[in-house]
């Protein structure tokens, strides 16, 4: 038995009386051998999402208590220098469909599946009672929530907000969090050990920030002793909160440019500038959203992978990512393949190559069950330009 924690509407023979949404029921094969306990969901492609494959356990308010301290005591033993931590990974701590981020002692919580939406009251409870939060809030806004049949939804769940940026810190860089309007809880814990190498990288390099959202990848940057620093976002928002953050940090504003700009067409344009840099950071949005995008999405990685190989210097360095869960690490190398032999193609220099340094992932933080291999949502590739 792989025990993958999801069951789909077409693997479904029958359903036995009328489950509510979100719901314990018992998930038996096809010959009537018991299987599992999960929460049904009938609205969803993903009929029922399991909770426990014991027999004898029961779904009730301990059960959650037990997960979630299981949860928090594995951060405690992995994760260190941060006050930015990711509490529970959904299907990887045995709770599908929750989502719970830490910022200092404010806790944002995302009810993304019906199971989750059905006990939120005993999760909030023991939410409260094991991490002795000042705030809760939720972010319960995210499209997936219409594929469970249950409107998005926001707001303050516990203490009281005056909404001032939430300070955190990672690594030494102090950043300022927006939890009920930054996107998804606030800010990308994920990237937190990228952020770290892109630090431990940067000196004396000038740095291309593509995508930088509330510039998490320039401060690191400018922490590691970069030269210079170029950040791009379409939002100018976002960009007004990474100079003010800059500033919070006591870095240069001589270090850093911000352009509030379309990312594909800057690409291009510096490229036709023959600008160069020595370390360029591709941290995209999602581009596919679902399996139905994945064409479309793959072109526009490579359209942007194949502009940031042609502007670095050599030696230079690329941090490329996709945070679609539809595109696979086998999806993402092969389109970067195809990207490096397209970039090749129009440069002169026949010495020229790249080489994959190294994968990259997110933190410990955000396991991945080895059944379940579709939670590995974040993936990269750290390249080199040998010539």
Known sequence: MRRHPWVYATAIKRVDGKPKAGATVQILSHDGRWVAKGAYSPSSKIRVRVWSWNETEAIDHAFFKRKISAAIQYRQQWIKDTNAIRLIAGEADG??????????????????????????????????????????????????????????????????????????????????????????????IDQ??????????????????????????????????????????????????????????????????????????????????????????????????????????????????????????????????SCSGAVSLENFEQMIATSVSEALAHMQDQETNYRVMRRLAAGLDHPVLASFPEGEYLKGLLLQRTQ
């Not at 049949?149 to 300022?176: A, R």
């Not at 950040?231 to 100018?236: E, H, I, L, R």
């Not at 490229?271 to 941290?283: G, K, N, T, W």
Request: hydrophobic share 40%; aromatic share 8%; net charge negative.
């Open 95 to 188: 709770l599908p469909g929750l989502i719970v981020d830490q910022y200092d002692r404010v806790i944002v919580c995302q009810f993304l599946s019906a199971g989750v939406e059905y006990w939120r009251d005993a999760i909030i409870s023991a939410l409260q009672e094991q991490t002795q939060c000042s705030l809760m809030v939720e972010r319960s806004d995210a499209a997936v929530r219409s594929r469970e049949g249950m409107p998005e939804q926001s707001g303050i769940l516990y203490g009281e907000y005056d909404g001032k940026l939430i300070s955190i810190n990672e690594h030494g860089v102090q950043y300022g969090v927006d939890v009920l309007g930054g996107h998804k809880t606030g800010f990308y």
């Open 192 to 321: 937190r050990d990228n952020r770290r190498m892109v630090s431990e990288l940067s000196r004396d390099r000038r740095v291309l920030n593509m995508f930088c959202y509330t510039g998490g990848f320039s401060l690191a940057a400018l922490q590691g002793g970069a030269k210079s620093v170029v950040s791009v976002d379409s939002s100018g928002d976002a960009l007004g909160l990474a100079q003010r953050q800059m500033v919070m940090n006591g870095y240069s504003s001589e270090l850093a440019t911000w352009l509030d700009a379309d990312a594909f067409s800057t690409l291009r344009e510096l490229r036709s500038a023959q600008e160069r840099f020595d370390l360029i950071v591709l941290d995209p949005p999602k581009f596919a959203p679902s399996a139905q995008h994945l064409e479309r999405a793959l072109k526009a990685y490579k359209e942007i992978n194949r502009a940031a190989l042609q502007l670095l210097n050599p030696g230079g360095l690329l941090f490329t990512f």
